[in-house]
């Protein structure tokens, strides 16, 4: 069977419901959620008949909420500030006061949705988005169930969107988990991962499963290893510092969005394209990872670094411990290089390689798959052999597409050999920019569509892996030693040396 024969466009239709957002004074729903559903309302997707609630604690009024959303749209809107759209769309939008803890709040709360409910018809679907800090996530929840907002009548949904981070930990991550699926139905819970939303992320499949000139080769008769790497130009500021303090690249990025990232690479072929089709066999990915569980294991395969004062873009910056609301004493990593091996039929002997760090050279996710080497039989005479190989690079951002390297004679009378590339950019293939990721992701969660979501299982497979390797770091006796790298490099040589040992490297950004 062919799930791929299927129409991808195929979904289930966004209806009509109140948006309630939980956080609304925070950067993510000025700077992303509120964006997202005007640039929906552009395209014409966003459903006739929503509305938005801001719920917070900070006292405002809703004109002044409606004109703070409408100050950073004008600055930030990928498609541009049209007030034709975004004068009917922001009246849409009101704003409710309360305290996360206060019953009273969420009282009022459902008398708003229940007048709102009656005005559209006895329509009452509702999408509550926790978009808050990570403390209040229990009490929200709890708060929603006491109140009776955590089901819907009439054949109308009540669905619950949760923000990362999903706990800091396996046991964590449980009873976030028990607290949310006693409140919400596991269907209806959507724990939203912004990466998968990503266009070259959700095409992922499409390349693979749909271009018979990749799929056979997906396996370790014919690839060498794989590599994943995000890197940000920037270290902590806006005081992210007190955060990222506590989280660390591993737990911050590595277990979410890279693991994410992994399993779509690196999955069977699902039986359809249903949600849980494709969710199984990637938890199946995340159960086949190789667990680095002793401190022994964790210094052979993972490297974790901090960067120490250097330049970035020509500016001089500070080192990790000298950054704001950071602790001059910190053993928090700021870079993490994890090399995986997946104990599957398809992936033996196979190594993924995963680097994250802050302060390197420039921002940038991409997925490489580097192929073995062709039989060199024919050219080993050639002065300097065969140049490189073949690479198929997956760009996530920025510049979102697809390049494949591959060796070409240079034009000439001898016979000389370099690499070149055959290049995809969305942008200009298909004359438009991509959606940003919580556009595709709210109109999912609005249509009933988990695909892009992550389940319970793969949240906690994720989280036994990682935990691991924080066990390692922190509670061992003989704990692996801290690396440092000057700001603004590419990491340090401890993670240079995490490859060599199997006779690769790094690709060059």
Same mark, same amino acid.
């Given at each position: 069977?062919?799930?791929?024969?299927?129409?991808?466009?195929?979904?289930?239709?966004?209806?009509?419901?109140?948006?309630?957002?939980?956080?609304?004074?925070?950067?993510?729903?000025?700077?992303?959620?509120?964006?997202?559903?005007?640039?929906?309302?552009?395209?014409?997707?966003?459903?006739?008949?929503?509305?938005?609630?801001?719920?917070?604690?900070?006292?405002?009024?809703?004109?002044?909420?409606?004109?703070?959303?409408?100050?950073?749209?004008?600055?930030?809107?990928?498609?541009?500030?049209?007030?034709?759209?975004?004068?009917?769309?922001?009246?849409?939008?009101?704003?409710?006061?309360?305290?996360?803890?206060?019953?009273?709040?969420?009282?009022?709360?459902?008398?708003?949705?229940?007048?709102?409910?009656?005005?559209?018809?006895?329509?009452?679907?509702?999408?509550?988005?926790?978009?808050?800090?990570?403390?209040?996530?229990?009490?929200?929840?709890?708060?929603?169930?006491?109140?009776?907002?955590?089901?819907?009548?009439?054949?109308?949904?009540?669905?619950?969107?949760? /923000? $990362?981070?999903?706990? =800091?930990?396996?046991?964590?991550?449980?009873?976030?988990? %028990?607290? !949310?699926? #006693?409140?919400?139905?596991?269907?209806?819970?959507?724990?939203?991962?912004?990466?998968?939303?990503?266009?070259?992320?959700?095409?992922?499949?499409?390349?693979?499963?749909?271009?018979?000139?990749?799929?056979?080769?997906?396996?370790?008769?014919?690839?060498?290893?794989?590599?994943?790497?995000?890197?940000?130009?920037?270290?902590?500021?806006?005081?992210?510092?007190?955060?990222?303090?506590?989280?660390?690249?591993?737990?911050?990025?590595?277990?979410?969005?890279?693991?994410?990232?992994?399993?779509?690479?690196?999955?069977?072929?699902?039986?359809?394209?249903?949600?849980?089709?494709?969710?199984? /066999? $990637?938890?199946?990915? =995340?159960?086949?990872?190789?667990?680095?569980?002793?401190? %022994?294991? !964790?210094? #052979?395969?993972?490297?974790?670094?901090?960067?120490?004062?250097?330049?970035?873009?020509?500016?001089?910056?500070?080192?990790?411990?000298?950054?704001?609301?950071?602790?001059?004493?910190?053993?928090?990593?700021?870079?993490?290089?994890?090399?995986?091996?997946?104990?599957?039929?398809?992936?033996?002997?196979?190594?993924?390689?995963?680097?994250?760090?802050?302060?390197?050279?420039?921002?940038?996710?991409?997925?490489?798959?580097?192929?073995?080497?062709?039989?060199?039989?024919?050219?080993?005479?050639?002065?300097?052999?065969?140049?490189?190989?073949?690479?198929?690079?997956?760009?996530?951002?920025?510049?979102?597409?697809?390049?494949?390297?591959?060796?070409?004679?240079?034009?000439?009378?001898?016979?000389?050999?370099?690499?070149?590339?055959?290049?995809?950019?969305?942008?200009?293939?298909?004359?438009?920019?991509?959606?940003?990721?919580?556009?595709?992701?709210?109109?999912?969660?609005?249509?009933?569509?988990?695909?892009?979501?992550?389940?319970?299982?793969?949240?906690?497979?994720?989280?036994?892996?990682?935990?691991?390797?924080?066990?390692?770091?922190?509670?061992?006796?003989?704990?692996?030693?801290?690396?440092?790298?000057?700001?603004?490099?590419?990491?340090?040589?401890?993670?240079?040396?995490?490859?060599?040992?199997?006779?690769?490297?790094?690709?060059?950004?």
């Amino acid at each position: 069977m062919n799930p791929f024969r299927e129409d991808l466009s195929a979904r289930s239709s966004a209806e009509p419901c109140t948006i309630v957002i939980f956080g609304a004074t925070g950067d993510l729903t000025h700077r992303k959620l509120i964006p997202a559903l005007y640039h929906l309302a552009v395209d014409g997707e966003l459903p006739t008949g929503v509305k938005i609630i801001g719920f917070a604690r900070r006292a405002k009024s809703d004109q002044e909420f409606r004109d703070g959303l409408a100050e950073i749209n004008r600055k930030i809107s990928r498609s541009g500030h049209d007030e034709r759209v975004w004068n009917p769309f922001i009246e849409t939008v009101s704003y409710h006061t309360s305290e996360f803890t206060d019953a009273e709040g969420y009282r009022k709360l459902a008398e708003k949705l229940d007048a709102i409910d009656s005005a559209r018809g006895g329509k009452g679907n509702r999408l509550f988005y926790i978009a808050s800090a990570p403390e209040f996530f229990d009490d929200i929840l709890i708060q929603l169930k006491n109140a009776g907002l955590n089901h819907a009548g009439n054949g109308c949904w009540a669905r619950v969107i949760v /923000e $990362k981070p999903f706990g =800091i930990d396996l046991a964590t991550a449980k009873h976030l988990n %028990e607290v !949310v699926n #006693a409140t919400f139905h596991e269907k209806d819970t959507y724990r939203i991962d912004h990466y998968l939303g990503k266009e070259t992320a959700q095409n992922l499949m499409v390349l693979r499963f749909a271009n018979a000139i990749f799929e056979p080769l997906w396996n370790s008769k014919y690839i060498n290893h794989v590599q994943i790497t995000c890197s940000e130009n920037l270290g902590m500021e806006g005081g992210r510092g007190a955060y990222y303090d506590t989280a660390g690249a591993l737990r911050d990025m590595v277990q979410n969005h890279l693991l994410q990232l992994l399993s779509l690479v690196a999955m069977e072929p699902p039986t359809d394209l249903t949600a849980d089709g494709i969710r199984d /066999e $990637k938890v199946k990915v =995340i159960r086949s990872l190789r667990k680095w569980d002793t401190a %022994e294991k !964790v210094a #052979a395969n993972v490297v974790r670094a901090q960067y120490a004062a250097g330049h970035v873009d020509g500016v001089p910056v500070p080192g990790y411990r000298e950054e704001d609301r950071v602790n001059p004493q910190s053993d928090t990593e700021a870079y993490v290089a994890v090399r995986l091996l997946i104990d599957t039929w398809r992936w033996s002997g196979v190594p993924f390689y995963i680097r994250m760090g802050k302060r390197l050279p420039k921002k940038s996710t991409e997925i490489s798959i580097h192929f073995k080497d062709a039989p060199c039989v024919l050219f080993n005479a050639s002065c300097g052999g065969v140049p490189g190989g073949n690479v198929l690079v997956i760009r996530i951002q920025p510049d979102e597409g697809i390049s494949l390297r591959m060796v070409s004679k240079i034009p000439g009378n001898n016979l000389r050999m370099e690499p070149v590339k055959m290049d995809f950019h969305y942008a200009t293939s298909f004359g438009k920019t991509s959606p940003e990721a919580y556009e595709r992701l709210l109109l999912d969660a609005i249509a009933g569509d988990a695909t892009l979501f992550a389940r319970r299982d793969e949240v906690e497979e994720a989280w036994k892996f990682i935990d691991h390797i924080e066990h390692a770091w922190h509670k061992s006796p003989t704990p692996p030693p801290m690396a440092e790298f000057i700001a603004g490099t590419w990491g340090p040589k401890e993670a240079d040396d995490l490859l060599l040992q199997d006779g690769n490297q790094w690709r060059r950004l």
